[in-house]
């Protein structure tokens, strides 16, 4: 089944940027589309940004918008989040996810990369 295997995350202080990647090994999300999660401890996986693959169409949690930036580049099949202005809050571990369905729903994502650390200190 396709793979997505994120990288980027690392240890950053309030202020600065970083750059998040996600890969997936096939076109399976290309009738749907592929987007970022985030999860702390104790809690579930919160919506961050999606990219609707045919038409480019971006969402943003309502938190983000202004300083996180979704985008996509088609041959590679590659998702990627700039992200910056970063808060403590931002801390979590981020997964890139992909659905199948154009709807881009939270439930149509169910395929999941390993997750990649962003830690924003004080």
């Known amino acids: 089944q396709v793979q997505l295997v994120e990288s980027g995350g690392g240890e950053v202080r309030t202020g600065d940027s970083l750059s998040l990647s996600c890969t997936a090994s096939?076109?399976?999300?290309?009738?749907?589309?592929m987007g970022w999660f985030r999860q702390v401890p104790g809690k579930g996986r919160d919506f961050v940004a999606a990219?609707?693959?045919?038409?480019?169409?971006?969402f943003y949690e309502d938190s983000v918008k202004g300083r996180f930036t979704i985008s996509r580049n088609n041959a590679k099949n590659a998702i990627y989040l700039q992200m910056t202005n970063l808060k403590p809050e931002d801390t979590a571990v981020y997964y890139c996810?992909?659905?199948?369905?154009?709807?881009?729903?939270?439930?149509?994502?169910?395929?999941w990369g390993q997750g990649t650390q962003v830690t924003v200190s004080s």
């Open positions: 996810g992909g659905s199948r369905h154009g709807r881009l729903l939270k439930s149509d994502f169910r395929s």
């Open positions: 096939d076109r399976t999300f290309n009738n749907g589309g």
């Open positions: 990219i609707r693959w045919s038409t480019g169409e971006t």
